[in-house]
């Protein structure tokens, strides 16, 4: 049974920087695009970044030039690099997997991790 999980988040202060981590089994990683997501209270999921499977990226504009999105094909994992963060990054971030190509719209993943939380606060 296919499945990722995430890990690395946690408590960091304004303009710091977290590395989240993200591992996959159970379906051929070189196939699938990879995403972050994010969620935070009483707001609605949205996209930060995606890689394809040859190493395509994009960003939602709020992360660009401070986060940066990567994989690792032969160890199944997925990061996202996160600097200079700010309090608005607050949320829990979801790792998930899509076969072939990127997409903005997270009804277009099929797995998803448990997510990760993220607070940015001083």
């Known amino acids: 049974q296919a499945q990722v999980l995430e890990s690395g988040g946690g408590l960091v202060q304004p303009g710091g920087s977290l590395r989240l981590s993200c591992t996959a089994s159970?379906?051929?990683?070189?196939?699938?695009?990879m995403a972050w997501f994010r969620q935070a209270p009483e707001k609605e999921r949205e996209t930060v970044a995606c890689?394809?499977?040859?190493?395509?990226?994009t960003y939602a504009d709020s992360v660009k030039g401070r986060f940066t999105v990567s994989r690792d094909n032969a160890e199944n994992t997925l990061y996202l690099q996160m600097n200079n963060l700010k309090p608005e990054d607050t949320a829990m971030y979801y790792c998930?997997?899509?076969?072939?190509?990127?997409?903005?719209?997270?009804?277009?993943?099929?797995?998803w991790g448990q997510g990760n939380q993220v607070t940015v606060s001083s």
């Open positions: 890689i394809s499977r040859i190493g395509y990226t």
């Open positions: 159970g379906l051929p990683f070189n196939d699938y695009a």
């Open positions: 998930t997997a899509k076969y072939l190509v990127c997409s903005d719209d997270s009804a277009d993943f099929g797995y």
